[in-house]
RNA sequence: CGAGUUGGUCAGGCGAUCGCUGUCGCACGGCGGCAGAGGAAAGUCCGGGCUCCAACGGGUCAGAGCGCCAGGUAACGCCUGGGGGGCGUAAGUCCACGGAAAGUGCAGCAGAAAGGAAACCGCCUGUUCGCAGGUAAGGGUGAAAAGGUGCGGUAAGAGCGCACCGCACGAUUGGUAACAAUCGUGGCGAUGGCAAACCCCGCUCGGAGCAAGACCAAAUAGGGAUCCGAUGCCGUGACCCUCGGCGGAUUCGGGUAGGUCGCUUCAGGCGAACGGUGACGUUCGUCGCAGAUGAAUGAUCGUCCACGACAGAACCCGGCUUAUCGACCGACUCAUUCU
């Protein structure tokens, strides 16, 4: 069953910056930036950061936060990854629809690269 | 029915599947029940609660805010009612609405003259035809020109006289008051405007903020508490006083990463009765209504309709301001038609 636990989070300042640091996978959209590094721990885990400066309104910003969650949940990744997913200007203009299609996408590409 | 003013309410509904946060129950590493953003959660502009502070101690000055009157409130710069003034036919609406006879300052152009200012064209009288005197009705300038209109009066004029209006002062009456009405007096060379110009008067104001602060605690070290004490120095506007710290002695633990608490039950919502013009108050009944912490309330599908705006809690309340697709309810005004 596909669920969303506390521990399929990024949490820690910590976390973050060694996804930061050294990347095993990147791939992109119009809409989003995916930074993947591979990890040990059972299960992958996901971090959403979106800058006030590419997506003014808080409301837009929930809004994304919660389309790419759902994208990870309902679709799980056969190696365990530690994933941060960073939003660029153009996410702040599209609807539902158009999230959820780039973000297939970028799941696509991204199953792609780790089989590679 | 049309045009308009004003007060308030709601903020897509229903069903299915998969998730998230809190909480409760259990034959508990799972399952089930219940609850889960806003009227502005926003701007952070005011007012509080709560928490801490070597200075929340006293005085003087400085600084900031407020400013018709009465009431409401925990409090307010908010709200209600009233007064005055502007706008509107009206319902209504807008107003930083104390003081310009304490002082200082400001006002371009035009104009003869602009601040306790006076004669350019006029008008009248006299005339030696150069001008002298009287005058402030008319013209002209300006945002503003020495109360206004009318009648009388005069050489021409003028509050010079009178009536009404305005203004100033006084009294009376009504009102808690702001203020209003009436009467009298004064002929008005008294007191022009600007105080979101300085200023004067009255009232109010300590500072920081939940990353406040409290507790448990790896690391690493400058520490903490109590007592004693001369001078000097320091103490978030300045100065003075009071007080505290820097020194010595005694004594013991300390508090960053991380975690827990603060963290949601209240100036609480809803209903009724009573008091009040109203804001609101009192009493009774009833309900339990988000507490996240890289930060929970979402996704997909179906369906109905007027096709859904602005927009996301972060310690909590009371206001103000700004954003907002629409829908509904109440009160009132104007105009037309009918009875």
């Known amino acids: 069953?596909?669920?969303f636990p506390k521990t399929a989070r990024l949490s820690r300042p910590e976390d973050y910056r060694r996804v930061f640091d050294a990347p095993a996978l990147?791939?992109?959209s119009a809409a989003f930036i995916v930074l993947?590094?591979?990890t040990k721990m059972n299960g992958s885990r996901i971090g959403v950061i979106i800058a006030?400066?590419?997506?003014?309104k808080a409301t837009r910003r929930?809004?994304?936060k919660r389309l790419v969650r759902e994208q990870f949940r309902n679709n799980r990744l056969t190696q365990n990854f530690d994933l941060v997913v960073l939003a660029r200007p153009a996410a702040d203009d599209m609807d539902n629809a158009?999230?959820?299609r780039d973000l297939t996408q970028l799941w696509a590409d991204l199953r792609r690269k780790a089989c590679a």
Do not use: F, G
Request: overall charge positive; hydrophobic content about 40%; glycine content about 0%.
């Open 1 to 3: 069953m596909p669920n």
């Open 98 to 100: 158009e999230v959820m």
């Open 52 to 56: 006030k400066k590419h997506v003014k």
């Open 26 to 28: 990147k791939v992109s």
């Open 36 to 38: 993947a590094l591979h």
């Open 62 to 64: 929930n809004r994304l």
